[in-house]
């Protein structure tokens, strides 16, 4: 069996969380490469209703293996928060279902505060952070100013190497936001809270190669989507890190694992956290009626998410750099009390129409062109085979595949694990 990553194609909240949690009963190993505990993958399974934050969405199934790989920001804190919930629910967290690369950056109690502080002296400038710490997080990693979990090993080395963090930062907050410095107390109390991840924490990188010698099957699990990857997204509305599939080998610690099938999850309309271009969305009546319908809250935040018709451009783009070779079609069923359905097909930017998602700087001045198909208005939740979806419902994904050039291979209908199509 091909190794296999799930990513999100637009802007993230596809149901990311939920298709890993189905499809985890077919791996032995899912693992989360980039982004932090700013994500919010909602599973709700026979355990109950969860929102996971930075465990990979295969933690609820039996003889699974899930890893933090070194890519992600590891704040050791909301970890453990997380950790203790779940536990609190029944699932069970041990160093046998958890690993955490020892070469995973941790998030420093001065990141959240970074982007706090951010936004309080920018109070006009927002790009959507979560205040989360992740952007503080990723520049410091880049400047080579954070350390590696694994330094835990390594008492004295990760004394001095904290000292020099702790004068640097402190420039930092004192000098150009006039904050109070940290103090090497406050290192010592949050190196409390490491300690309880210590168990987790290991090489990864070997643990991989050694799985991948014996054979396992891996999945990848992204946060976020194409149009907030760093690279290739809505720059500057992106998020700190890679959320394509392309980087999930480096990510999760295995650069020399393929991963030759790419799940790409898209949402039958879009959703956008924050802040950013956001072509063709509702507002009004029709954004509340379809948040209303769709749940669109967010899931770390509960801020209202804004809301818009599918966008088969952003959609097409999204395809094409995941290099996604098949789709998972969450929600359709919320569109189900729409009488007629609307669909972005192009964008129109300066009186011409396109069909190609064009350079950020443009998306400001694009306009949806949208097209309607007929709505099915009835509910299809308790379907479970292609064959019995309304014909329009049918049609309506199958003018997204045609679309998008990529087979729609699962319809999810329903948040619970058994809502599904598989064609
Ligand atoms: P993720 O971050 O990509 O995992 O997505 P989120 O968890 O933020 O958002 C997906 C939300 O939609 C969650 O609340 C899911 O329980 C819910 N969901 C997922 N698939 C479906 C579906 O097919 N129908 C309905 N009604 N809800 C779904």
């Not at 150009?176 to 809270?193: C, N, R, S, V």
């Not at 018709?309 to 996604?324: N, R």
């Amino acid at each position: 069996m091909k190794n296999c990553t799930v990513v999100g194609i637009n802007w993230g909240d596809e149901g990311k969380g939920r298709m890993v949690d189905l499809l985890a009963e077919q791996y032995d190993i899912v693992i989360r490469f980039q982004g932090g505990g700013n994500a919010g993958h909602t599973v709700v399974n026979e355990k109950g209703a969860f929102a996971l934050h930075l465990l990979p969405s295969g933690i609820f199934r039996e003889g699974v293996v899930n890893i933090l790989g070194n890519g992600v920001a590891l704040d050791p804190e909301n970890l453990w928060t997380e950790i203790t919930e779940l536990r609190q629910k029944g699932v069970s967290v041990t160093p046998e279902n958890l690993k955490i690369s020892e070469r995973a950056s941790l998030l420093m109690p001065w990141h959240r505060e970074l982007d706090a502080l951010e936004e309080q002296r920018l109070a006009d400038k927002k790009y959507g952070s979560t205040k989360q710490g992740i952007a503080p997080f990723y520049s410091d990693k880049y400047q080579k100013k954070t350390v590696l979990a694994g330094e835990l090993f390594y008492p004295a080395r990760m004394k001095s190497h904290l000292a020099d963090l702790l004068e640097w930062k402190n420039l930092l907050l004192t000098g150009m936001y006039e904050a109070k410095p940290y103090t090497q107390a406050d290192l010592d109390a949050w190196l409390g809270a490491c300690e309880r991840i210590k168990p987790y924490l290991c090489d990864t990188t070997q643990y991989l190669a050694d799985a991948q010698a014996a054979g396992k099957r891996i999945l990848f699990e992204a946060q976020l989507g194409s149009l907030r990857d760093l690279d290739y997204g809505i720059y500057p509305y992106t998020t700190s890190s890679n959320t394509i599939a392309a980087y999930a080998p480096i990510g999760a610690g295995a650069p020399f694992l393929k991963t030759e099938e790419v799940i790409g999850v898209v949402k039958a309309y879009s959703t956008c956290v924050g802040e950013g271009p956001f072509v063709g969305e509702f507002f009004g009546e029709e954004a509340q009626k379809l948040r209303e319908a769709g749940k669109e809250y967010g899931a770390k935040t509960g801020r209202p998410r804004r809301v818009g018709p599918l966008d088969l451009v952003a959609t097409s783009y999204g395809v094409a750099v995941q290099g996604a070779t098949a789709i998972a079609l969450t929600k359709l069923d919320v569109l189900s009390y729409m009488d007629r359905i609307p669909v972005c097909t192009k964008y129109r930017i300066r009186g011409e129409e396109t069909d190609r998602f064009p350079f950020p700087a443009a998306l400001d001045e694009a306009e949806a062109v949208i097209e309607f198909v007929p709505g099915w208005q009835t509910d299809i939740s308790g379907v479970r085979s292609w064959d019995d979806l309304p014909k329009a419902a049918r049609d309506y994904v199958l003018l997204i595949e045609d679309r998008i050039r990529c087979p729609i291979r699962y319809i999810s209908v329903g948040p619970e694990r058994g809502s599904l199509i598989v064609r």
